[in-house]
């Protein structure tokens, strides 16, 4: 089974950036799909940007032109560049995979059956 860690998380000032960093196990290869998350307290986890082994990505409305998800495969790394960051951004952020793809549901919830553990992100003003 392949194993997430993220990292990256912190505190960050109102239009700054941040990087998130997920690493892959080496078992991750025939891994699909990949996707960040963000949830907070009484809200569903929610899909913001997802990345298919081809390359195709989709993001959610709301971190388009500001969050940009890339996978560098040499190195087994899941990234989210956050641009622009602001107080709605304030959440923990998860990683996930899948060993499969979909382009429908590549940023659902219940596609997804690998997690790592999460990252917080809190903005200030």
């Known amino acids: 089974q392949v194993q997430l860690l993220e990292s990256g998380g912190g505190s960050v000032q109102a239009g700054g950036s941040l990087r998130l960093s997920c690493g892959l196990s080496?078992?991750?290869?025939?891994?699909?799909?990949l996707a960040w998350f963000r949830q907070t307290p009484g809200n569903e986890r929610e899909g913001i940007a997802a990345?298919?082994?081809?390359?195709?990505?989709k993001y959610v409305d709301s971190v388009k032109g500001r969050f940009a998800i890339s996978l560098d495969n040499a190195k087994n790394m899941l990234y989210l560049q956050m641009n622009n960051i602001q107080s709605t951004d304030c959440s923990e952020y998860y990683c996930?995979?899948?060993?499969?793809?979909?382009?429908?549901?590549?940023?659902?919830?219940?596609?997804?059956?690998?997690w790592g553990q999460g990252t917080r992100v809190t903005v200030s003003s």
């Open positions: 080496e078992f991750a290869y025939d891994i699909y799909s």
């Open positions: 990345i298919s082994y081809s390359g195709t990505t």
């Open positions: 996930s995979a899948k060993r499969a793809v979909s382009y429908d549901y590549i940023l659902k919830r219940e596609f997804y059956d690998t």
